[in-house]
């Protein structure tokens, strides 16, 4: 399970004297899910962070761990898909903790459901969360980075945007894929202002939301089995931790990515590079090889 108190902690001054805004920061109790850990890395690296998330319990959470270590948070309730509120919201933030130079739409929910038991009401789900409320916040922020010699927006989306995953998640596919190039035509129409925009998709990320829901569906008693068997299906052999998440957001938000924009960086273990059927046979071989 990941903590807060993960061995891939890692501190430095990339981000020092920015502010930065993480949405869908918060997570079950003190779990640490990719929002809540990308918020956390943020701060480690020196930014102000500002915890946003539809439960102001789980979002002070965010803030609560920040200030523990030293860093300088603000906890944020708000649906991300309400313009007028997340633009109140924002330059609120702005007026706190100074220009905001740092934005992660990280609020996202996958259900499965294919083309025929998708309802309309799932659909609107699926894209509102996972699309509109990245355009929301992207479209609220642009103004107040503006006043920034430098700003970069970081979408979290999902190799499923890439590629039929292997089973039926199509509007949070869709969503997800159409992410994409929101953030390419977000970096093409500021790339003069100097507001960079880029996406990161993770593959098989080990999270709380994930565990849970797959001991709901099967059991407790199968979950680090079933977890395993996950990880196998991964090139490297294990799944992404929210940390590698985290960092790669960090560097895409930082000064070292100066020249970064428009584009899509995969942290999957190598997954998107292989030819699925013919990797699925060699893995069930060695793994009876190794039986």
């Known amino acids: 399970m990941t903590t807060i108190n993960s061995p891939e902690i890692w501190r430095g001054v990339l981000l020092k004297g ?6 869908g920061a918060g ?16 701060a480690r690296q020196g930014a102000r962070v500002a915890a946003f998330d539809k439960s102001m319990a789980a979002a002070q959470v965010t803030v609560d761990m920040i200030t523990a270590e030293g860093g300088t948070a603000l906890a944020i309730e708000g649906d991300a898909t309400d313009q007028a509120k997340v633009r109140s919201q924002f330059r609120e933030t702005h ?19 294919g083309l025929l038991d998708t309802s309309h009401d799932e659909w609107k789900v699926g894209i509102d969360r996972n699309l509109t409320s990245a355009f929301t916040c992207s479209q609220a922020v642009v103004p107040l980075m503006q006043e920034s010699p430098g700003a970069s927006i ?12 292997g089973s039926n998640f199509l509007a949070y596919s869709v969503a997800k894929a159409a992410m994409i190039h929101l953030s390419k035509c977000i970096a093409l129409e500021f790339a003069q202002q100097n507001i960079r ?4 998709l993770p593959g098989a990320v080990d999270t709380p939301a994930i565990r849970n829901r797959i001991a709901a569906q099967w059991g407790a008693e199968k979950l680090d089995h079933i977890m395993a068997a996950r990880g196998h299906q991964v090139p ?17 938000a930082s000064p070292l990515a100066r020249h970064i924009t428009g584009t899509e960086l995969i942290i999957d273990g190598g997954a998107t590079a292989i030819t699925v059927p013919a990797y699925s046979v060699a893995v069930e071989i060695k793994k009876q090889v190794d039986i």
């Open 154 to 165: 970081v979408h979290v989306g999902s190799i499923f945007g890439l590629r039929y995953p």
């Open 18 to 23: 920015k502010t930065a805004i993480v949405t």
């Open 236 to 252: 490297r052999g294990v799944s992404a931790t929210v940390w590698d998440v985290a960092s790669t957001v960090c560097f895409l």
């Open 95 to 113: 007026d706190q903790l100074g220009p905001i130079e740092i934005l992660v739409n990280s609020v996202g929910q996958g259900s499965p459901g």
């Open 27 to 42: 997570a079950e109790g003190v779990s640490v899910g990719i929002g809540r850990a990308i918020a956390l890395q943020l």
């Open 197 to 200: 925009s880029n996406v990161v």
